[in-house]
C-alpha cells in the first residue's frame, strides 16, 4: 500500500478533505470495488460520509445550507430593528401580502359614523398609514423623504410624531428622522384621521341576487376607499351597515356622480362582466342638467381627452389624449338650463363632464369643468389661455376663496404649492416646535381631556408638553369609543372648525340612469332635478 507521511503541523481542511477522499478512493480499488475513482457516485458517496463522520465528531453539526454565518452564534442573530452603536442597521425581508384588497370586520370597527344637518359624518379616528421604503427613497433620510415627497405636514410635526413614538420604522419606534433608509425598510405613521362629511340620502338597492348587487349611489360618496375618503365610502357602508363584503366593483362612478353601480359577490362574476365592457357590450345612459339651450338634435362628440392631474382629477380636451366618443340628446329646455341624455361609448375619466364643457353646455353645478378658472369662456371650444400648472393653481386658489376645496380630489401634499402658500398655517403650526412626550402605542389610558385646552388651540413651546395616549390596537388600525370623540394635540384638523358644506353642495347634476349588459338590465329613478316642473332654489 502506498504510504503517505505527514510532516510538520497538521494540513489546512481543505487539504485533509482531498487527503482522505484519496485515500477512499485508493482504499475502494484494492479491495475490488465496483465504482471508479474518477466516477460521480464514488465522489458524492465518499462525499456523504465524510460529512456524517465529521458531524459526529463535532457534535450534530448542521448540514453546509443551513449553517449560520462565519462568526455568528445563536445569542448574536441578527435582530430587526434599529442598530446598536457601531453595528449596520438590519433590515427583515418583506412580508408576503395577500393578493386583492378585502376589508374586514376590524377594519369597520375603527369608527362609527353619525348624522347631523342632514350629512354622514364620520368620528375622528387613529389609522396606520403603512408603506415599505421606495426605490427613490433608498439611500435618502427620512427627514428628506418627509420634506420633498409630504409637504402637507411641516417638518417640526414630523419631529413631534418621532417624540411622541407615532412613527415605526421595521416596527421599532423611531426618534432619528435622520435615518438613512434601506430597500425593504417598512414605515409606519400613526395619525389621528378626520373625513369630510357626505350626503346622509340612504342607499338603495336595485337588485341583490347570488351574483351581483347593484345600488343607486348617493352623490358625493366614492366607490372605494381613497383620498381622504375611508368609511364615508360606499364599500364600507355597505360592509358595516349591511354586511355585505367581499365585493369587487364592476364598474367606477365619479364622487359626485350618482346613480347605477354594480358590484359582483365574485371575482369569476366580475371577470365574465368585465369582457362584456372590454367588447363594448356594455349600454351605459346618463342624465344631466346643462347650461343653456342644448340643441335638439343630436349631437356627438369624439374629441381626446387628456389627464391634466391625477392627484387633483382634472382633464381636458387635447390631441394628445385618449380617443373617446359620447352622444347627447336634449329632453327639455326650461329658458335657463337644459336636461340632457348622455350615452358615453367609451369611458374615460370625467368624458361626459369634459365633452360638454367642450360644447359649451357644461353641467350646472359642477366644481370643476364650470368655473372662472378656465378664462371667460369656461374652456368651450378648448379655449384655454393657461398652461396645465396655471390652471391647477387657479382651480385651487378659486375653491379656496369658497371654502369648499372639499369638492376638489385632491391630495392634500399638493394643496400648498399649488395654492403658492395662500392656505393659512394654523397659529403655532410651524413656527413653534411641538413639545411632546413619548408614549406608549399599547397603552390603555385613553383620556385625553387633560391634555388640551377648552378650545382645542395648538399648544405653545411654553405650554406643558402633552401626554399623548394612544388606545390599545388589536389590528393596529383601530381605536376605543372613548378616543374617537377627543382631540389629539398633534393634529392640525382638530385645531381649527371647518364649516360644514349643505346637503345641495354636495350634489352634482350627473346621474346614471341605465347599464345594460348581454344578460342584465337595470335602472334607476329619474332625479329630482331632472323633471321637467324642477325649479332650481
Same mark, same amino acid.
Given at each position: 500500500?502506498?504510504?503517505?507521511?505527514?510532516?510538520?503541523?497538521?494540513?489546512?481542511?481543505?487539504?485533509?478533505?482531498?487527503?482522505?477522499?484519496?485515500?477512499?478512493?485508493?482504499?475502494?480499488?484494492?479491495?475490488?470495488?465496483?465504482?471508479?475513482?474518477?466516477?460521480?457516485?464514488?465522489?458524492?458517496?465518499?462525499?456523504?460520509?465524510?460529512?456524517?463522520?465529521?458531524?459526529?465528531? @463535532?457534535?450534530?453539526?448542521?448540514?453546509?445550507?443551513?449553517?449560520?454565518?462565519?462568526?455568528?452564534?445563536? @445569542?448574536?442573530?441578527?435582530?430587526?430593528?434599529?442598530?446598536?452603536?457601531?453595528?449596520?442597521?438590519?433590515?427583515?425581508?418583506?412580508?408576503?401580502?395577500?393578493?386583492?384588497?378585502?376589508?374586514?370586520?376590524?377594519?369597520?370597527? +375603527?369608527? !362609527?359614523?353619525?348624522?347631523?344637518?342632514?350629512?354622514?359624518?364620520?368620528?375622528? /379616528?387613529?389609522?396606520?398609514?403603512?408603506?415599505?421604503?421606495?426605490?427613490?427613497?433608498?439611500?435618502?433620510?427620512?427627514?428628506?423623504?418627509?420634506?420633498?415627497?409630504?409637504?402637507?405636514?411641516?417638518?417640526?410635526?414630523?419631529?413631534?410624531?418621532? $417624540?411622541?413614538?407615532?412613527?415605526?420604522?421595521?416596527?421599532?419606534?423611531?426618534?432619528?428622522?435622520?435615518?438613512?433608509?434601506?430597500?425593504?425598510?417598512?414605515?409606519?405613521?400613526?395619525?389621528?384621521?378626520?373625513?369630510?362629511?357626505?350626503?346622509?340620502?340612504?342607499?338603495?338597492?336595485?337588485?341583490?341576487?347570488?351574483?351581483?348587487?347593484?345600488?343607486?349611489?348617493?352623490?358625493?360618496?366614492?366607490?372605494?376607499?381613497?383620498?381622504?375618503?375611508?368609511?364615508?365610502?360606499?364599500?364600507?357602508?355597505?360592509?358595516?351597515?349591511?354586511?355585505?363584503?367581499?365585493?369587487?366593483?364592476?364598474?367606477?362612478?365619479?364622487?359626485? &356622480?350618482?346613480?347605477?353601480?354594480?358590484?359582483?359577490?365574485?371575482?369569476?362574476? !366580475?371577470?365574465?362582466?368585465?369582457? @362584456?365592457?372590454?367588447?363594448?357590450?356594455?349600454?351605459?345612459?346618463?342624465? #344631466?342638467?346643462?347650461?343653456?339651450?342644448?340643441?335638439?338634435?343630436?349631437?356627438?362628440?369624439?374629441?381626446?381627452?387628456?389627464?391634466?392631474?391625477?392627484?387633483?382629477?382634472?382633464?381636458?380636451?387635447?390631441?394628445?389624449?385618449?380617443?373617446?366618443?359620447?352622444?347627447?340628446?336634449?329632453?327639455?329646455?326650461?329658458?335657463?338650463?337644459?336636461?340632457?341624455?348622455?350615452?358615453? /361609448?367609451?369611458?374615460?375619466?370625467?368624458?361626459?363632464?369634459?365633452?360638454?364643457?367642450?360644447?359649451?353646455?357644461?353641467?350646472?353645478?359642477?366644481?370643476? /369643468?364650470?368655473? !372662472?378658472?378656465?378664462?371667460?369662456?369656461?374652456?368651450?371650444?378648448?379655449?384655454?389661455?393657461?398652461?396645465?400648472?396655471?390652471?391647477?393653481?387657479?382651480?385651487?386658489? +378659486?375653491?379656496?376663496?369658497?371654502?369648499?376645496?372639499?369638492?376638489?380630489?385632491?391630495?392634500? +401634499?399638493?394643496?400648498?404649492?399649488?395654492?403658492?402658500?395662500?392656505?393659512?398655517?394654523?397659529?403655532?403650526? #410651524?413656527?413653534?416646535?411641538?413639545?411632546?412626550?413619548?408614549?406608549?402605542?399599547?397603552?390603555?389610558? &385613553?383620556?385625553?381631556?387633560?391634555?388640551?385646552?377648552?378650545?382645542?388651540?395648538?399648544?405653545? !413651546?411654553?405650554?406643558?408638553?402633552? @401626554?399623548?395616549?394612544?388606545?390599545?390596537?388589536?389590528?393596529?388600525?383601530?381605536?376605543?369609543?372613548?378616543?374617537?370623540?377627543?382631540?389629539?394635540?398633534?393634529?392640525? $384638523? #382638530?385645531?381649527?372648525?371647518?364649516?360644514?358644506?349643505?346637503?345641495?353642495?354636495?350634489?352634482?347634476?350627473?346621474?346614471?340612469?341605465?347599464?345594460?349588459?348581454?344578460?342584465?338590465?337595470? #335602472?334607476?329613478?329619474?332625479?329630482?332635478?331632472?323633471?321637467?316642473?324642477?325649479?332650481?332654489?
Amino acid at each position: 500500500m502506498r504510504r503517505v507521511h505527514l510532516l510538520g503541523s497538521p494540513p489546512p481542511k481543505h487539504q485533509r478533505r482531498s487527503l482522505l477522499l484519496f485515500l477512499g478512493w485508493e482504499w475502494e480499488l484494492r479491495c475490488g470495488s465496483l465504482a471508479a475513482p474518477s466516477s460521480l457516485s464514488a465522489r458524492n458517496s465518499m462525499e456523504q460520509k465524510l460529512d456524517a463522520a465529521a458531524c459526529s465528531e @463535532q457534535g450534530a453539526r448542521p448540514p453546509p445550507g443551513k449553517r449560520r454565518r462565519l462568526g455568528t452564534t445563536r @445569542q448574536e442573530e441578527k435582530q430587526p430593528g434599529l442598530p446598536e452603536e457601531g453595528q449596520k442597521r438590519y433590515v427583515p425581508p418583506p412580508k408576503k401580502l395577500k393578493p386583492g384588497v378585502s376589508f374586514n370586520d376590524a377594519h369597520f370597527a +375603527e369608527t !362609527s359614523y353619525y348624522f347631523e344637518g342632514g350629512l354622514r359624518k364620520v368620528r375622528p /379616528y387613529y389609522f396606520d398609514f403603512q408603506t415599505y421604503c421606495k426605490g427613490r427613497w433608498v439611500g435618502k433620510s427620512l427627514l428628506h423623504v418627509f420634506s420633498t415627497e409630504f409637504r402637507s405636514r411641516p417638518l417640526e410635526y414630523y419631529r413631534a410624531a418621532a $417624540e411622541a413614538g407615532l412613527l415605526r420604522l421595521n416596527e421599532q419606534p423611531l426618534r432619528d428622522l435622520g435615518v438613512i433608509l434601506k430597500n425593504n425598510d417598512f414605515l409606519r405613521n400613526t395619525v389621528h384621521r378626520h373625513e369630510p362629511p357626505v350626503t346622509a340620502q340612504a342607499i338603495e338597492f336595485l337588485e341583490e341576487n347570488d351574483e351581483v348587487v347593484v345600488i343607486d349611489k348617493p352623490s358625493s360618496l366614492p366607490v372605494h376607499p381613497c383620498g381622504r375618503f375611508r368609511h364615508n365610502t360606499v364599500i364600507f357602508i355597505l360592509g358595516k351597515e349591511h354586511n355585505l363584503k367581499e365585493l369587487h366593483p364592476v364598474h367606477r362612478l365619479d364622487r359626485l &356622480t350618482s346613480g347605477v353601480l354594480m358590484f359582483a359577490k365574485s371575482i369569476e362574476v !366580475s371577470k365574465r362582466i368585465d369582457e @362584456q365592457v372590454r367588447q363594448r357590450q356594455l349600454e351605459k345612459e346618463y342624465v #344631466c342638467r346643462v347650461l343653456g339651450e342644448f340643441p335638439e338634435y343630436e349631437v356627438t362628440c369624439e374629441e381626446p381627452i387628456l389627464v391634466v392631474s391625477y392627484k387633483v382629477g382634472v382633464c381636458r380636451v387635447d390631441p394628445k389624449g385618449k380617443p373617446c366618443k359620447t352622444v347627447f340628446q336634449r329632453l327639455s329646455y326650461n329658458g335657463k338650463t337644459s336636461v340632457v341624455k348622455c350615452f358615453p /361609448y367609451t369611458g374615460r375619466t370625467h368624458q361626459i363632464r369634459v365633452h360638454l364643457q367642450f360644447l359649451g353646455y357644461p353641467i350646472v353645478n359642477d366644481p370643476i /369643468y364650470n368655473t !372662472s378658472a378656465w378664462g371667460p369662456g369656461r374652456g368651450k371650444g378648448g379655449n384655454i389661455d393657461k398652461t396645465d400648472e396655471e390652471l391647477l393653481r387657479a382651480l385651487v386658489e +378659486e375653491h379656496l376663496s369658497k371654502q369648499n376645496l372639499g369638492l376638489l380630489d385632491i391630495a392634500e +401634499e399638493d394643496l400648498k404649492p399649488l395654492a403658492r402658500d395662500k392656505v393659512h398655517e394654523t397659529p403655532g403650526n #410651524c413656527d413653534k416646535h411641538l413639545q411632546v412626550s413619548p408614549i406608549s402605542l399599547n397603552s390603555e389610558n &385613553t383620556d385625553l381631556s387633560k391634555d388640551k385646552g377648552e378650545n382645542g388651540t395648538a399648544m405653545s !413651546s411654553q405650554d406643558p408638553a402633552p @401626554q399623548v395616549q394612544l388606545p390599545k390596537r388589536d389590528s393596529g388600525e383601530t381605536c376605543s369609543d372613548k378616543l374617537r370623540h377627543e382631540k389629539d394635540p398633534l393634529c392640525e $384638523e #382638530c385645531k381649527i372648525e371647518m364649516p360644514d358644506p349643505s346637503p345641495k353642495d354636495l350634489v352634482m347634476y350627473l346621474h346614471a340612469l341605465r347599464y345594460k349588459g348581454a344578460e342584465f338590465e337595470y #335602472c334607476s329613478k329619474m332625479p329630482t332635478w331632472a323633471r321637467d316642473d324642477w325649479e332650481e332654489t
